[in-house]
């Protein structure tokens, strides 16, 4: 049973264009959502994170959005570099980031194409 | 100045050995977490240690036990080691907020 959902097992986007990741979440416990950014061979890299108070979180390049009505949040990185070529998990945690693990997507393979 | 550090990166062993993995943070992190990746490349929580009590252990096996000799340290012991065991083991710690990740211990059990 999985309370966070990626569907999209990869996204390829031309190098300068917005990249959008989508997750979908089931749990309407979960009132703290992140997200990561993930290389081979290397563990999960926390990028930006969200409170279910608010609906939109900025930090330089990345933007995530969250629709609490829908159980939806995105990723949003713009312009795309060739650096931000990797897995991205979506994940979700329901004690407010607190000591609870985190509920992890499949994760969306990234490709920045030059 | 790694921020959270795992030995060994690789583990090659048996089926039925026990092995160790050991994990260590320099953030100052009051919680501390093992998480599985399997092969389908879904990551799992499996414990969390909060000032060396255990908070959660996610229906994982007995033969898998945490051990906390102090708050920066938290050692995955797993004894009797099945051919399902084979995975990447994750070590993280936090504040509050978002969890910092270690680079990873590859597990071979063969």
């Known amino acids: 049973d999985q309370q966070v959902k990626q569907n999209s097992p990869s996204l390829s986007v031309q190098e300068g264009r917005i990249s959008i990741l989508n997750c979908d979440y089931t749990?309407?416990?979960?009132?703290?959502f992140l997200w990561y950014k993930k290389y081979p061979a290397e563990g999960p890299t926390f990028l930006i994170s969200?409170?279910?108070?608010?609906d939109k979180n900025e930090d330089g390049r990345f933007t995530v959005f969250l629709n609490k009505s829908a159980k939806h949040l995105s990723l949003h990185i713009v312009p795309s570099q060739p650096g931000d070529s990797a897995v991205y998990f979506c994940?979700?945690?329901?004690?407010?980031?607190?000591?609870?693990?985190?509920?992890f997507g499949k994760g969306t393979h990234l490709i920045i194409q030059p | 100045d790694t921020a959270v550090s795992q030995t060994p990166k690789y583990l090659v062993t048996q089926m039925g050995n026990d092995k160790s993995i050991k994990c260590e943070q320099n953030?100052?992190?009051?919680?501390m977490y093992w998480y599985k990746q399997d092969s389908k490349k879904f990551l799992k929580i499996m414990f969390s240690?909060?000032?060396?009590?255990?908070?959660i252990n996610e229906t994982v096996p007995n033969r898998f036990s945490p051990k906390s000799p102090d708050k920066a340290h938290l050692n995955l012991h797993i004894n009797s080691l099945e051919l399902g065991d084979s995975a990447v083991y994750f070590c993280?710690?936090?504040?509050?907020?978002?969890?910092?990740f270690g680079p990873g211990t590859r597990l071979t059990v063969l």
């Open positions: 993280a710690s936090s504040l509050g907020g978002g969890q910092f």
């Open positions: 749990n309407s416990m979960f009132d703290y």
């Open positions: 969200i409170s279910s108070i608010k």
């Open positions: 994940a979700a945690s329901a004690a407010g980031g607190g000591a609870d693990g985190l509920t």
């Open positions: 953030l100052g992190h009051d919680t």
């Open positions: 240690y909060n000032n060396k009590e255990l908070i």
